[in-house]
Structures are given as C-alpha cells and as structure tokens.
C-alpha cells in the first residue's frame, strides 16, 4: 500500500516516514516494495544529498510482520531466508553504500530487524523513551538484516551476546552510553534535531560523504596495509571534485563553503 511509507523531499533531504502505526511500523512486502522504490529515486536524484529516515506513531518498526509472515508459511508462499534474500539483504546493503549520509531518527520501540535497519543507517539518532530489541531468539530466530554482523563490531562480543541471547530492551540512553547510536534526544525534539542534522549533511560534500562511507564500511575487513591504500585511492577521488576546490577556496577567503555536492 502506498501510504505504508510517506516520501518528501525538502530542502535537499529525502524524508521516509514508516508509516503502519498500528503494528508499530512492522514490514510487509508492501512496505519492502514502496521503500525500494523511494531508494531507487533517491538514488538517481542529485538534488537529494541526505536521508532521513524514521517511524510513524509510538513506534520505529517493529521487524517483519508476524502476522503476515505466519499467513505466508500457512500458505507455502514465502520462507524466512527467501525473505532475507529478497527484501531485507538488499535493503541493508542499499543503506550501507548509498551515496548519500542516511540519518535514523529512532522515535520508539525499535525491535528485530526494525533495529538492525535502524543500525545500518549512517548516524542513529533515538528519542529518550526509544529501546532497542533484537527480539529474534524470543521467536526462535537469528538476528538478521546485519545484526550478528553489526552488534560485535559496534559493542563488543560480551554485550552482544547478552542482546542477541537475551532479546532483552535496551533503553536509547544504554544504547549511546555503549555505542551503538550516536546520540539520544528529548523526545519533544527528536524530529527537530534529527531534521537539522540531515539538511546540515544535505549542505555538505555530498561526494566526500559517499567516500568516507565506503572507506568506512571497507574498515573491518581490511588490514591497515589495504586500508591505507583505499584511503589513498579514495582521496584522490575527493580531491578531484569541485567541492573539494570550494572547501579550499573557502577557507582561504575565511568564508563559508558553498558545496554543491559534485
Ligand atoms: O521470515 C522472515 O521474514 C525473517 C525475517 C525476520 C525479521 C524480523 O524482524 S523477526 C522479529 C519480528 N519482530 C518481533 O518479534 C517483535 C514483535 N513485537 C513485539 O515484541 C512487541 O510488539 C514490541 C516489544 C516491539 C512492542 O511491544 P508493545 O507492548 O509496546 O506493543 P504491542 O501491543 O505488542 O504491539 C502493538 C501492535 O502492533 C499490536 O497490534 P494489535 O494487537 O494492537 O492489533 C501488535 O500485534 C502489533 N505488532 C507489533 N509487532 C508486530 C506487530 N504485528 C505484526 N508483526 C510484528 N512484528
């Protein structure tokens, strides 16, 4: 259903609302379907050089749709790895090497795969009352959509053991003091802030952003050998840019930059 994600673009931000209250913004394959649309034009709009993205209601999402999923296993149509495979796979992946910064703006609960989507987003963002729950082994599931991947990295094996065994919440507040955000809000201003800080990276390099994105999405897998000459590579891009001339120019003039993302 088309309402099941709202999509404006202002102010060079792209904002995706997930938009199911009711079922605390859980996914169906309609809501997999509109959100790899708005990705698709977002992606080959040059004027959009941000993200935000965030939940409808009391609610980020809730995961995948359990009652949908149950009607699907009923009816043969759909297993748990097909739906990885076609929908929450590409979406993270989607996420992780956008060019553009991606900014999650988590307004409530945000359990199973609707926290590890949060996770894959560039800067995360969480209102006070906000919680984290990698729900899956309350189900008798794994956790998905790049939590096994993500949690150890981000807070170290011992804590992410306790989250993924456990499936216990994780208070936003716990989730900054351990790293796993960047930072909580009040909940009054979350929409507020987390706006500012997209129109602010929307302002920014918009290239040099993509890069430093691959650069450090390359980190975990590489020595510091290959890091080293990624960076290198990469900075060669960057300094190739027109942006990179105007940062130049611009502090030299002590002035502010006008980067127009090329
Ligand atoms: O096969 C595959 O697709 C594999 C992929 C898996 C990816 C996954 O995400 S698996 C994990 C799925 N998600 C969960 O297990 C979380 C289920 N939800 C909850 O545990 C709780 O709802 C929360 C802890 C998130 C919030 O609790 P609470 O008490 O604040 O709200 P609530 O009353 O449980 O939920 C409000 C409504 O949303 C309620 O609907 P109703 O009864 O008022 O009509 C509830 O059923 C609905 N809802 C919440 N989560 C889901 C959901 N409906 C469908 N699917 C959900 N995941």
Partial sequence: MADDLLFTRTDGVATLTLN???????????????????????????????VLLTGAGRGFCAGQDLAERAATMASG??????????????????????????????????AGAGANVALACDIVLAARSA??????????LVPDAGGSYVLPRLVGLARASGLALLGDRLSAAQAA?????WRVVEDHAL???????????????????????????????????????????????????????????????????????R
Avoid at 81 to 98: D, H, K, M, V
Avoid at 133 to 138: G, K, M, P, V
Avoid at 177 to 181: A, F, K, N, R, S
């Fill in 20 to 50: 199911r209250p009711d079922k605390l913004n859980a996914f169906t394959v309609g809501l997999h379907r509109a959100l790899a649309a708005a990705l698709d034009e977002i992606e080959g709009d040059a004027a959009v050089r941000a």
């Fill in 77 to 110: 149509t759909q297993s748990g790895g097909s739906a990885l495979e076609t929908w929450y796979n590409p979406l993270i992946r989607r996420l992780r090497r956008l060019e553009k910064p991606v900014v999650c703006a988590v307004n409530g609960v945000a």
């Fill in 131 to 140: 919680s984290f729950i990698q729900s899956f082994a309350r189900i008798g």
């Fill in 177 to 181: 003091e351990w790293g796993l955000i």
């Fill in 191 to 261: 929409m507020g802030e987390a706006t500012a800080l997209a129109r602010h990276l929307a302002q920014q390099p918009t290239r040099a952003l993509a890069f430093i994105k691959q650069a450090l999405n390359a980190s975990p897998g590489n020595t510091l050998d290959q890091q080293l000459d990624l960076e290198r590579d990469l900075q060669k891009q960057a300094a190739a840019t027109e942006d990179f001339r105007e940062g130049v120019a611009a502090f030299l003039e002590k002035r502010p930059p006008r980067f127009v993302g």
